[in-house]
């Protein structure tokens, strides 16, 4: 069974950048058969992509969030990374970390979540 | 505002079947498959069907879901207890390079 756990700190200054770490663990993070990205939930708001990453490599951000946004990989540790650069408080968020699968036959879908990471933007 | 448009609540009692639906635009639901998730009380969201109306090995046959056009439905029956959650609808949107939209969320309450 795979899981995902986010790491980082809990508290980020306003104009500073956030970065986060996602361990995946039961699985290899190299299989061609999935990608990996990040969501961010506010407090009791809904649900917000923020980019995905395959593991040659290449990346896909939020348009709304494309300019701040790196998402990078490590194989080797079997990890992969946000950094959300000039955060405000609107930042504020439990962040997740998120596997989409590549099923033959039909569209990707995101499988499994790791248990979220609250991150909040204040000086 | 979230791009697929959920209604905010939901509820029913024990027993019944209730529904959930999700509207999008014909860049996200009208081209791609309808993704719903569950999600309890301060955990994380967990996948409950894929591809429209496919259900991951686990979750209950009470629990299916539906497509027509841009809207899609979760249909919940013999509502249970443990039911009570926020459900979320989930789509691949072709525009901008492509990008996941989610709807706001409905809590569903059983009363």
């Known amino acids: 069974q795979v899981q995902l756990q986010e790491s980082g700190p809990g508290l980020v200054k306003p104009s500073q950048t956030l970065s986060l770490t996602c361990t995946v663990s039961?699985?290899?993070?190299?299989?061609?058969?999935?990608?990996w990205s990040w969501i961010r939930q506010p407090a009791g708001k809904g649900l917000e992509w923020i980019g995905r990453i395959y593991t040659s490599g290449s990346t896909n951000y939020n348009p709304s969030l494309k300019s701040r946004v790196t998402i990078s990989v490590d194989t080797s540790k079997n990890q992969f990374s946000l950094k959300l650069s000039s955060v405000t408080a609107a930042d504020t968020a439990v962040y997740y970390c998120?596997?989409?699968?590549?099923?033959?036959?039909?569209?990707?879908?995101?499988?499994?979540w790791g248990q979220g990471t609250l991150v909040t933007v204040s000086s | 505002q979230s791009v697929l448009t959920q209604p905010p609540s939901a509820s029913g009692t024990p027993g019944q079947r209730v529904t959930i639906s999700c509207s999008g635009s014909?860049?996200?639901?009208?081209?791609?498959?309808v993704n719903w998730y569950q999600q309890l009380p301060g955990t994380a969201p967990k996948l409950l069907i894929y591809?429209?109306?496919q259900r991951p090995s686990g979750v209950p046959d009470r629990f299916s879901g539906s497509k027509s056009g841009t809207s899609a439905s979760l249909a919940i029956s013999g509502l249970q207890s443990e039911d009570e959650a926020d459900y979320y609808c989930a789509a691949w949107d072709d525009s901008l390079n492509g990008h996941w939209v989610f709807g706001g969320g409905t809590k569903l309450t059983v009363l």
């Open positions: 014909s860049s996200n639901i009208g081209s791609n498959t």
């Open positions: 039961g699985g290899s993070i190299s299989s061609g058969s999935y990608y």
């Open positions: 591809s429209n109306n």
């Open positions: 998120a596997r989409v699968r590549l099923a033959a036959g039909s569209d990707p879908f995101i499988d499994y």
